[in-house]
């Protein structure tokens, strides 16, 4: 009887941490970015979306509370690109990362204090970059951006929801752009040789 009664408050604990652990991590899903590491190759189908090469792609990181979402941003698109501007309230952060970037690309991020002029500014000429990937929260009390002519993507203000099997709606602006999530499709489980057939030739 004691055995019974001890694996059913075991059962019962076990239940509990399991539904609390799951909560966590659709909280986590909610206020976070499910996408982010996928953020390079989403952001090259924007791009090729809008004309725009890569070599081309000048990036604004507007950095949030969670700099390391910033910094694991700028380190998956950094290669390749010919200049990276961050704005934040922590440049020393990411002092390590433009070393980094410098010794293995020969790229030397600009880095920059994060005040409202230059936030309200960042539409303007003089800050010459294309895309802006604003990793502020919605909690955060940041002046709205001004994007003009520039493409404004919301890493965390608005959701990336997932539409159909591998699409994810991103939002740009006002607006919402479909992209294919490439990742989900390469790790498709095949159960046997009939359903991996069809599966290669769709």
Not at 142 to 162: D, L
Request: charged share 35%; net charge negative.
């Amino acid at each position: 009887m004691r055995n019974y009664a001890k694996q059913l408050i075991w059962r019962i604990f076990f239940r509990k941490k399991q539904t609390a652990d799951l909560k966590r991590v659709e909280d986590e899903n909610k206020r976070g970015n499910p996408y982010l590491f996928q953020i390079r190759e989403l952001m090259e189908q924007i791009l090729e979306q809008r004309n725009i090469s890569y070599g081309q792609f000048l990036p604004i990181l507007v950095d949030g509370n969670d700099s390391d979402a910033t910094l694991l941003a700028a380190r998956l698109l950094g290669r390749d690109l010919n200049r990276i501007i961050i704005f934040t309230d922590r440049p020393e952060y990411f002092e390590e990362y433009a070393d980094e970037m410098f010794k293995e690309e020969g790229l030397i991020p600009e880095i920059f204090l994060k005040d409202e002029t230059k936030i309200q500014t960042l539409d303007s000429d003089e800050i010459s970059g294309n895309v802006i990937l604003d990793f502020e929260g919605q909690e955060e009390s940041s002046p709205f951006i001004n994007y003009g002519k520039k493409i404004y993507i919301p890493i965390f203000k608005r959701r990336w929801e997932q539409t159909g099997n591998l699409d994810i709606e991103v939002p740009i602006g006002y607006n919402t752009v479909i992209v294919r999530s490439r990742r989900t499709e390469e790790k498709k489980q095949y159960y046997d040789k009939f359903e991996q057939a069809f599966y290669n030739n769709e």
